[in-house]
T-cell receptor
């Protein structure tokens, strides 16, 4: 009954450090997404993967890289963290390779960059 | 380009009162519409969706929404709210962008239900 699992749930970094957020889903979904949520901004898409082996940029990809490791896992990497990347990050998945908008979300990873 | 406007950033109500959370969208093509709910320190979960058919859609926890194409609105309603409905609610619109659907979220409405 896990759904979408994200790790870590909390992380504090110093400017310039790198880290990877991990995401795994056990629903056999094809598509996976990374969003960031900032106060008063709603959710903004960073990257998505419509199927295993493919990744595409979303609305705010700068400063991030992603890897679709297999059908279950989709990781988000910050190579050199900046204070502007302080945010709550959500991983999500959807059934098909074409996303009409019905997403299943993880519980979020709260990142603070000092 | 499509956009979503949630007209109220915060809506305080008393328990057992009715509530309406307003959402307007703009798009030049046909759309799918969604409401998501986010409880404190949790991820978003789908509350209800409009894909086609009846313009009145019912979701979980007694919520419903009505799609009004002429007014480009998709307002969320509940006739009697509970303390447990306190959460942030996000309206979202999806439309075909040429190579895939594009999903756009509104900025959210914080519903606070007071005793």
């Amino acid at each position: 009954n896990a759904g979408v699992t994200q790790t870590p749930k909390f992380q504090v970094l110093k400017t310039g450090q790198s880290m990877t957020l991990q995401c795994a889903q056990d629903m056999n979904h094809n598509s996976m997404y990374w969003y960031r949520q900032d106060p008063g901004m709603g959710l903004r898409l960073i990257y998505y993967s419509a199927s295993e082996g493919t990744t595409d940029k979303g609305e705010v990809p700068n400063g991030y890289n992603v890897s679709r490791l297999n059908k279950r896992e989709f990781s988000l990497r910050l190579e050199s963290a900046a204070p502007s990347q302080t945010s709550v990050y959500f991983c999500a998945s959807s059934v098909g390779t074409v996303n009409t908008g019905e997403l299943f979300f993880g519980e979020g990873s709260r990142l603070t960059v000092l | 380009a499509q956009s979503v406007t949630q007209l109220d950033s915060q809506v305080p109500v008393f328990e057992e009162a009715p509530v309406e959370l307003r959402c307007n969208y703009s798009s030049s093509v046909s759309v799918y519409l969604f409401w998501y709910v986010q409880y404190p320190n949790q991820g978003l979960q789908l509350l209800l969706k409009y894909l086609s058919g009846s313009t009145l859609v019912k979701g979980i926890n007694g919520f419903e929404a009505e799609f009004n194409k002429s007014q480009t609105s998709f307002h969320l309603r509940k006739p009697s709210v509970h303390i447990s409905d306190t959460a942030e609610y996000f309206c979202a619109v999806s439309s075909w962008g040429g190579s895939n659907y594009k999903l756009t979220f509104g900025k959210g409405t914080l519903l606070t239900v007071n005793p």
